[in-house]
């Protein structure tokens, strides 16, 4: 197991660390926002979980990814990214669909998340700035 986790690239391992804490940092945030609006309850906290937890890690699987199609040719890497870009937003979309269908998640706590590794990426010039 650890001759795989050395496989990843540090770049990975540092960009999707840091998409995991703005994950986590906007989560806290977003289940204060329910708590405010009085409509805190522990749906909230298990839609956050399920859109948090694919959020992050559909950013790993996409730098997995890139480290994989930076080592192949031109037409097989675009393939690559291609099929993982499907394969991901399939995913998204299952869990999405899974957040509204069972009760026991909040349909929007779970797709707010979603959307939190986006706002990362759009913070992170004004953080990475400040190095």
Known sequence: MLKRFDAIDPTVR?????IASVTGILS????????VARHWDYTVLLGNLLGGVTAAGNFFLMGITVQ??????KKPAADLMKFSQT??????????VLGF??????????IIPLFFPRIGIMIRPFIKGKE
């Not at 806290?28 to 708590?35: H, I, M």
């Not at 394969?87 to 999405?96: D, E, I, K, P, T």
């Open 14 to 18: 540092k960009e999707s660390l840091y």
């Open 28 to 35: 806290l945030l977003l289940q204060a926002g329910f708590l």
């Open 68 to 73: 994989k199609a930076v080592a192949k040719e």
């Open 87 to 96: 394969v991901r937003l399939l995913l998204q979309l299952v869990v999405a």
């Open 101 to 110: 269908a069972l009760p026991c998640f909040n349909g929007y706590a779970v």
